[in-house]
């Protein structure tokens, strides 16, 4: 009878727990600032598109068209502040639905190969994965990719394979919204992360025929040629120089040219050959772990009765899952979410793993999720409790200081030598760079303007003899805050400088 009862119970738990981490999540969503550099970058260069209604060229900074990525995840973001007002939670909000999108497509799959037992586990696994938690409420643009590659996989799979002839046509074209969505995301790595593992299986599995008499190829392929080519003709017109940067730049020396000097935006990330591997682990976690701790302790134990996993079904899912990964292993320039294409394929061999693998599967799931809830959880209560924590990942302190204080609108906020991402978010723009102290007289449009100091250098801070410093209005996270006035020219000899009082 107990046992009954917790089976009834198990499943009543588990989506309790989903729910509850995404609704903390949500809420990290609201109370955590844009982080610097990727949320700060991605949220400035979409709340720049919504309000310049420039819907073709994403801006790095004034005048500096950003070349690195596709469009669509500043669309959706830009659609986002259009809809609802600039603020962390409506930057993040779109990334979050992508998300949600991409795990009712990894449960629906599970639900038609394995059943609801192993729809709910899959669902647990992806939900409770540690990059994919974190990817769903950030700006940046790994998730619409995933949306992209996630969509070709599943439509893919039912028009080869659903029995109902209205499902493999809607399959069909699923596929191709998804090889869309994923040109407009991320690329042309869009056909190699999806392509490769599909061309593979097919090969193996030997389903040419069926791969082109299922699947509208030809009205497909211009179906997502007139929702891609436009743009990227558009951009390369509006900015020349485009394409030959994205296409060779991005998508050959960024993995294939160790220490890339070539990057316009940032830093080539330098790592031994292999490390996708671990960040792969990384981003499984606490099911890389779990998981193990769990097929040990149900050694010995009879499987349950469960629908066995079609051989094709598996190997479908091992290359989604591995090519990926594959893929990024010789590459050294690269970064953990790199891994997070082959988490939907991860999380559904998982989970119908853990579906036939033990009686006690839901019991993992459960403590698995309430790890990560107990994490997210108490993230968002931290920060509230402590909002202080993250002053060293953003400027947004400073940045809404200045926003209180400033006097006169044309009054700019500068940082030298470094301006955080953020800092030109919080400030509507307001943030401006100078390379040396005694440039900013002369960036000063009209006689005042504000000057952020960082904290750890405003002991043996020099002021430009050009500058008057009215007001010292205090620290801000890791900056002081200067209000400064361009020096009158002295009627009489000398000025005598004004010193800095505390």
């Not at 700060?40 to 209604?53: C, D, F």
């Not at 809830?373 to 940045?399: D, H, M």
Request: net charge positive; charged share 15%.
């Amino acid at each position: 009878m107990r046992d009954t009862l917790a089976k009834l119970r198990a499943p009543h738990v588990i989506l309790l727990l989903i729910a509850a981490i995404l609704v903390a999540r949500l809420a990290d969503m609201a109370l955590f600032p844009l982080m610097d550099t990727t949320e700060a970058r991605y949220g400035e260069m979409a709340r720049k598109m919504a309000l310049l209604g420039d819907w073709i060229t994403p801006w790095a900074d004034d005048g500096v068209p950003f070349w690195g990525k596709p469009p669509l995840s500043f669309w959706i973001t830009a659609l986002s502040f259009r809809l609802f007002g600039v603020s962390e939670f409506t930057a993040r909000l779109p990334h979050f639905l992508c998300a949600l999108l991409i795990g009712a497509m990894v449960w629906d799959l599970a639900r038609r190969q394995y059943g609801a037992r192993a729809a709910l586990l899959s669902a647990s696994v992806l939900t409770g994965s540690a990059l994919f938690l974190v990817s769903s409420g950030a700006v940046m643009t790994d998730t619409a990719l995933v949306l992209g590659t996630t969509a070709a996989m599943y439509g893919f799979w039912l028009a080869l394979n659903d029995p109902s002839l209205t499902l493999r046509q809607r399959g069909a074209w699923v596929f191709f919204i998804g090889v869309a969505i994923g040109l407009l995301a991320k690329g042309p790595l869009t056909l190699v992360l999806a392509g490769l593992p599909l061309f593979i299986w097919v090969t193996l599995a030997r389903k040419w025929k069926e791969t082109f008499r299922n699947l509208p190829w030809v009205l497909g392929t211009l179906f997502v040629a007139a929702l891609v080519l436009p743009w990227y003709i558009l951009a390369e017109q509006k900015t020349p120089g485009f394409l030959d940067y994205f296409i060779i730049g991005e998508h050959w020396s960024r993995f294939m040219v160790p220490g890339w000097k070539g990057d316009l935006y940032g830093t080539a990330h330098r790592y031994p050959p292999g490390t996708i591997w671990l960040f792969s682990l990384l981003a499984l976690l606490p099911w890389s772990i779990s998981l193990f701790v769990g097929a040990w302790q149900s050694r010995g134990e009879t499987p349950p009765n469960e629908k066995p996993a079609d051989a094709s079904w598996t190997r479908y899912l091992f290359l989604w899952a591995l090519l990926p990964l594959i893929f990024f292993t010789a590459a050294r320039n690269i970064i953990w979410t790199y891994a997070l294409p082959s988490l939907p394929a991860a999380a559904l061999l998982l989970g119908g793993w853990m579906a036939q693998r033990s009686q006690k599967s839901e019991i993992w799931a459960i403590a698995g999720l309430s790890i990560v809830f107990c994490l997210t959880a108490g993230a968002g209560v931290g920060l509230a409790l402590f909002p202080n924590l993250l002053e060293r990942s953003t400027a947004k302190s400073i940045a809404q200081a200045y926003m209180r204080y400033k006097y006169e609108p044309d009054q700019p906020l500068f940082f030298v030598t470094h301006r955080p991402f953020s800092a030109g978010f919080y400030t509507l723009d307001h943030a401006r760079l100078v390379s040396a102290m005694g440039d900013i007289a002369a960036n000063l449009a009209s006689p005042g303007g504000y000057l952020a100091v960082p904290a750890s250098v405003m002991a043996k801070f020099a002021k430009p003899d050009d500058l008057e410093i009215e007001y010292d209005l205090g620290r801000f996270g890791e900056y002081e805050l200067l209000h400064v006035h361009r020096m009158k020219a002295p009627h009489d000899g000398e000025h005598t400088p004004i010193a800095l009082a505390y």
